[in-house]
């Protein structure tokens, strides 16, 4: 495979430029299968996270659409809706992506095969591992990080796994400096394992369960700076670093700016990571550490508009190219909506405006406009680039690839813009008031039920956006068919010189960073612990942070039975439990919710979408038979309901087998149970039961009180409810 | 600084006062030449650090002088964009994969918003938590709930005023009864049927009453609630007259016996109702 015309020198050093057959040039090929192979896996994994995401979203305006199984409803299949697109769909992406464009920038073949074979498979197989356990409802419940531990640990292999295929290739490079796409892997690299690691703290049950480490105002808190910097280093920079390659490349135009690519990837790396807390605005956070997290997103604007200007203005002077190159079109989408999101997110991180968004389908809107814009947008460019290119064969059809482009672009809109309508709606519903000084929708359901068109409008979007990925995997396919993989390109370049001393522009101090990279990895890594540690370290450590409550007592054996219930069945995913300090929710819900309220919420349950009501003051609110009936038909409570039924949790025998252990693991954490509760913790439970269960019977429900639901109204029944025994104590 | 408060104070200090400049003691003295110092000291330093940038400038960059000064727009120094025919020179050396890089500078509107955010983030932590108290949350609920206890206070006393668990009279009116079943279909249905015929709550159309059948009583339990029973207070969520009207309605059901009405709970109590009517 090894060309045998002299070799050109494409090295940068400026004294070779321009001379042939010097001394000292390598032959070498790069690994395309690796790549194919990860393009594959994202065509696939995306539509299959796509079709997960509409029928999710169908089930939102037909309950019916859950098929009746509980391991198809919304509680538990979102989160694989979730998963499969950022991990599967996106992860894939940029490992295709970064496989491709590294060993081109770094003028070597990745590390090795092996570990490339093993990341490829190791990924995939977690990928499977959370396709099979989510729907069975092994779920630790945070948002973006909801597999249980054992598979937590694998995700952390396999990512070392990348991180030395990644770094190995970088130190065998024969380039000296390394391009600004390759900085942006690197910090993605570093903080992704951070991030995880930190996020992932849990005291393991048995194989598939799991209490996390940390409590109530600490765990949201983690849990957020997780799940905003998941979006900040695996939805943003990895695909900044792919925009650097694929847009010159696709447009044949310099990059704008070196200079602007050096100050937004180091701002934006250091103040992503502080702006985690707007998640958790007019909370129970304490007030600076909303501000801080108010105030970096708010200079997080032109960061991240660094990026999306560099790719702008790189297209400068090829606009003429853009109206006839699909693939542009894709890539000039992608970036639009990169800087719509990454404007509106700071300016939904002004408390007025998350007063009115937070909890609606405005965020849902949001995450889509750069989900659906940026991520699915340019993954679609790039291999709709790549393709053609690894198996030396034009594209199946160009008319396939406008119409999936116009479908798609047809489909965002769709989905955004009934979206935002709704948000809106719902958030300034909630607020209303009646000149009598009531609240003009008392109901909630009131609320949900206006939502439905533009539900129904967001569905309709969804399948067209599945649609044109469709259509995008026959297209490739096809292609594929056509031609034959190239599956190792041959290529050469001079080896790179130990001894080098930089002249000229090369003296420019960032030059160093970027002939060092494990500088530049401890560089990053510095970056982005700063904002960690200034943000989580005061929140652990200074008790005045969360006032404790000392009639806030933990829960009985049967409410944490209950609890876990309320998780595996993904409640958290339509209900909070986060009354906010607002005279509208003040008076729909009771007292907000305290601080102290939560330290033993292993996790914390406070929710980031409001499809049903808050329920953290449930606890009294209604007898146990409502709760009974409200599980076995929703409707039957609240006519018009859109919650799907639970009959299983009526039938289903509760397992206490393991009742002890999880009493021992959140003892462990730190709930302060005693050896008697822990050993007589089934007895206990049983006693709690059998209560339960009388009291159904009382209001002619007949339910054995070893069965699901009576674990799970007890939890919540007793939520919320300690805070009133001190006003009863105060009285 | 010192010696501008010291003029400042002075300046504007009642005509009773001494004047500053007016010494009378050593310690004044010494003051004031202090201030005078620190002052020169102050001139002298900056007069230094502008020379010294002037020749930094000169030595980094000695042909910035004898380049002619180039002719660019307001618009285009706004946006730091240079014509694409001068392209060619920006190019950087180095290629990657092809990839060339342009040296462009960042453009000044992208640096003034950077800066203009940052002066925001200050200020807006300045403003919550150096000047104000910390405690913006709670704060601004207190205030939230003080206004709307105010407005719904002047409301009530506007409409329902005289209307309270003593004063309460059964209304017979049918837009009354009308607006009375509105409140009972949108607040009531979900615990008592929407014919009042019972289902997790009681039955309202019989003569058996849990908490009292009469107007006051049905008012009163509306009003109040039995919490340890499952029905909320209603009083924050509906003001005298509303509670009447659906106090109203309620027992304009009774002896309608609807379908599946649910079994009689507590005592009979058709004389007190009779009296009301």
Redesign the interface.
């Known amino acids: 495979m090894i060309s045998q015309k002299p070799p050109t020198i494409i090295s940068s050093d400026r004294t070779t430029l321009g001379q042939t057959n010097s001394p000292g040039v390598e032959y070498f090929s790069y690994d395309n299968r690796i790549v194919r192979n990860f393009a594959i896996a994202t065509i696939v994994w995306g539509i299959v996270g796509m079709l997960v995401g509409v029928i999710i979203a169908s089930q939102l305006f037909a309950p019916a659409a859950n098929l009746g199984t509980q391991y198809t409803t919304f509680g538990r299949i979102r989160p694989l809706h979730t998963n499969a697109v950022i991990f599967a769909f996106v992860g894939n992406a940029i490992f295709m992506g970064a496989y491709y464009s590294l060993q081109r920038l770094c003028k070597a073949r990745m590390f090795s095969d092996l570990l490339s074979k093993i990341h490829f498979w190791g990924w995939q197989a977690i990928i499977v591992a959370a396709a099979i356990t989510l729907p069975l409802g092994l779920t630790t419940s945070h948002e973006y990080a909801e597999l249980e531990w054992p598979i937590d640990i694998a995700i952390t292999l396999i990512w070392v796994v990348f991180g030395i295929n990644m770094f190995g290739t970088i130190i065998n490079r024969r380039e000296r400096h390394l391009y600004v796409a390759i900085w942006f892997y690197i910090a993605t690299f570093v903080t992704v394992a951070v991030l995880h690691i930190v996020n992932s703290f849990e005291m393991p049950v048995s194989l598939f369960k799991s209490y996390y480490m940390y409590a109530g105002v600490q765990d949201a808190l983690v849990q957020w700076w997780y799940g905003h910097n998941a979006v900040a280093f695996f939805l943003t920079t990895p695909f900044l670093g792919l925009m650097y390659y694929y847009l010159p490349k696709m447009a044949n135009r310099p990059i704008y700016s070196y200079k602007l690519s050096i100050l937004h990837f180091w701002a934006l790396i250091f103040i992503y990571i502080w702006a985690g807390p707007h998640h958790l605005l007019y909370s129970s956070l304490p007030d600076w550490a909303q501000s801080l997290g108010t105030v970096f997103s708010i200079m997080l604007i032109a960061p991240s508009w660094g990026g999306m200007i560099n790719g702008l203005l790189t297209l400068r002077g090829a606009w003429d190219k853009v109206r006839e190159d699909t693939l542009l079109k894709f890539m000039v989408v992608a970036i639009t909506a990169y800087g719509m999101a990454t404007f509106e997110g700071p300016m939904l991180s002004l408390k007025n405006v998350n007063a009115i968004a937070h909890f609606t389908d405005w965020v849902v809107a949001h995450v889509h406009v750069g989900a659906l814009g940026w991520n699915g947008f340019m993954a679609f460019a790039i291999l709709y680039w790549l393709i053609p290119r690894l198996y030396r064969t034009p594209l199946y059809s160009q008319k396939l690839l406008n119409i999936h482009f116009w479908i798609g672009t047809l489909g965002i809109l769709l989905y955004a813009i009934p979206m935002y309508i709704s948000g809106f709606t719902q958030g300034m519903m909630w607020k209303e008031f009646t000149p009598e000084g009531v609240l003009k929708y008392p109901n909630f359901l009131e609320t949900t039920l206006q939502l439905l068109p533009m539900h129904q409008m967001r569905a309709l979007g969804g399948a067209f956006y599945l649609a044109g990925a469709i259509l995008m995997a026959y297209n490739l396919f096809k292609t594929m068919a056509a031609g034959s993989l190239l599956a190792n390109e041959s290529a050469e370049a001079p080896a790179l010189t130990k001894a080098y001393t930089p002249t000229g522009s090369d003296t420019y101090w960032h030059r160093w960073f970027e002939r060092k990279p494990i500088p530049l990895l401890i560089g990053s890594l510095v970056v982005i612990l700063i904002g960690s540690l200034v943000e989580l370290i005061p929140t652990f450590m200074v008790r005045s942070n969360v006032p404790t409550i000392a009639v806030v007592q933990p829960y009985t054996a049967l409410e944490v039975q209950g609890r876990d219930l309320y998780i595996r069945e993904g409640c958290v995913n339509c209900h909070s439990q986060m009354v906010r300090p607002f005279r509208s929710e003040t008076e729909r819900y009771g007292e907000y919710s305290k601080a102290g309220e939560f330290v033993y919420d292993h996790p914390f349950l406070w929710g980031s979408k409001r499809t049903g009501p808050d329920l953290h003051r449930e606890g009294g609110k209604y007898p146990d038979s409502w709760h009974y009936h409200h599980m076995r038909d929703p409707t039957s409570m609240s006519p018009g309901s859109i919650m799907p039924s639970y009959p299983w949790l009526l039938t289903q025998q509760l397992d206490i087998s393991t009742t002890s252990d999880k009493l021992r693991a959140l003892q462990k954490v730190g709930v302060p149970y005693d050896e008697q509760t822990i050993s007589y913790a089934n007895a206990d439970l049983q006693k709690q039961a059998q209560d339960v269960s009388a009291r159904l019977a009382k209001d002619g429900i007949s339910v054995k009180p070893d069965r699901e639901i009576v674990a799970l109204i007890a939890y919540l029944q007793r939520l919320g409810t300690d805070i009133k025994k001190m006003e009863t104590a105060s009285k | 600084m010192n010696l501008f408060i010291l003029f400042h104070s002075g300046l504007f200090a009642p005509e009773t006062s001494q004047s500053v400049l007016s010494i009378s003691s050593g310690e004044d003295l010494l003051l004031l030449s202090l201030a005078l110092l620190l002052l020169v000291g102050l001139v002298l330093v900056a007069a230094m650090a502008i020379y010294l940038l002037f020749i930094l400038k000169r030595t980094l960059n000695p042909t910035a002088t004898s380049q002619p000064a180039e002719p660019r727009t307001l618009w285009q120094r706004i946006t730091g964009?240079r014509p694409?025919s001068q392209?060619k020179d920006l190019?950087?050396?180095?290629?990657?994969?092809?990839?060339?890089?342009?040296?462009?500078?960042?453009?000044p509107w992208?640096?003034w918003?950077?800066y203009s955010?940052?002066g925001?983030?200050a200020i807006?932590?300045l403003i919550?938590?150096v000047i104000g108290s910390?405690?913006?949350?709670?704060q601004?609920?207190t205030k939230?709930?003080a206004i709307?206890d105010q407005?719904?206070e002047e409301?009530?006393k506007k409409?329902a005023g005289s209307i309270n668990e003593n004063t309460v009279t059964m209304l017979k009116d049918a837009k009354s009864v009308d607006a009375g079943k509105t409140l009972f279909t949108?607040?009531c249905?979900?615990?008592h049927g929407e014919k009042g015929e019972g289902k997790?709550g009681p039955n309202l159309t019989d003569v058996y009453w849990l908490h009292g059948g009469n107007v006051k009583a049905v008012f009163h339990t509306i009003t109040e609630g039995v919490?340890e029973?499952?029905m909320?207070s209603w009083k924050?969520?509906?003001?005298p007259l509303?509670i009447q009207q659906v106090t109203s309605y309620v027992l304009s059901l009774q002896g309608t016996n609807p379908a599946g009405a649910k079994e009689p709970q507590g005592e009979k109590e058709s004389s007190s109702v009779a009296m009301a009517n």
Not at chain 2, 91 to 107: F, K, R, S
Not at chain 2, 134 to 138: E, K, L, N, Q
Not at chain 2, 236 to 239: A, F, G, I, P, S
């Open positions: 964009l694409l392209e190019m950087m050396e180095h290629a990657y994969d092809g990839i060339v890089e342009l040296d462009n500078p960042t453009p992208f640096m918003l950077f955010t940052i925001f983030a807006y932590l919550f938590h910390g405690d913006i949350m709670a601004e609920y939230e709930m709307a407005q719904r409301y009530i409409v949108q607040y249905t979900a615990c997790v919490p029973k499952g909320i924050k969520q509906l003001n509303q």
